[in-house]
């Protein structure tokens, strides 16, 4: 009975680390002085830079894999890596709230939960289903990321770790809806 307890706690006790340890680097994210933005990682890590520009884009992942999901197709899609737990996510969600306003029907909004085993499960399905599975495998743990796809393509158009700027988002956004 000890030992079943002792081992319980253990894996609860790693578990716990493991969601703490997730969050230190994808929130930790690298700051200006104006905005708290980080547009790309470190590509010595990741190799993964991916510019604003959606002409210009340096990135060597640069596409989630195929097109997107046939009910996604015609509009920008907005792919938020979001946990209940993370810093980032908290300082972009009025940003994100804005963004969902201003763009109701013109644009695509995906919240893809990794909070806890149970919501990333989830979020796994949902990935999969909209065609999105090689992003998420990828990305999952980015938490505060906002990524910007051409559905038609999965082209990633902008990348952008723990940034508040509307203006970031609605340059893309107004520029992939206009094609």
Do not use: R
């Not at 991916?50 to 002409?55: D, R």
């Not at 999965?154 to 094609?179: C, E, F």
């Amino acid at each position: 009975m000890k030992v079943q307890y002792l081992a319980t706690l253990a894996s609860i006790s790693l578990l716990s680390f493991g969601a703490i340890a997730a969050c230190v680097n994808p929130c930790a994210a690298k700051t200006s002085s104006n905005t708290g933005t980080e547009v790309s990682t470190n590509p010595s890590n990741t190799g993964t830079e991916v510019s604003t520009n959606p002409g210009t884009s340096k990135s060597q992942v640069n596409s989630v894999g195929a097109p997107l999901a046939e009910e996604l197709q015609g509009k920008p899609v907005v792919v938020d890596m979001f946990a209940t737990w993370c810093s980032a996510c908290k300082n972009i969600a009025p940003t994100l709230t804005q963004l969902k306003q201003n763009y109701e029907g013109k644009a695509n909004f995906i919240v893809l939960d990794v909070s806890d085993q149970s919501t990333t499960a989830e979020a796994e399905a949902k990935a999969k289903q909209l065609g999105l599975s090689q992003f998420f495998a990828a990305n999952k743990s980015k938490t505060g990321t906002v990524t910007i796809i051409d559905p038609a393509t999965g082209n990633i158009l902008a990348q952008h770790k723990n940034n508040p700027n509307i203006a970031d988002y609605t340059q893309v956004l107004d520029s992939a809806i206009q094609q």
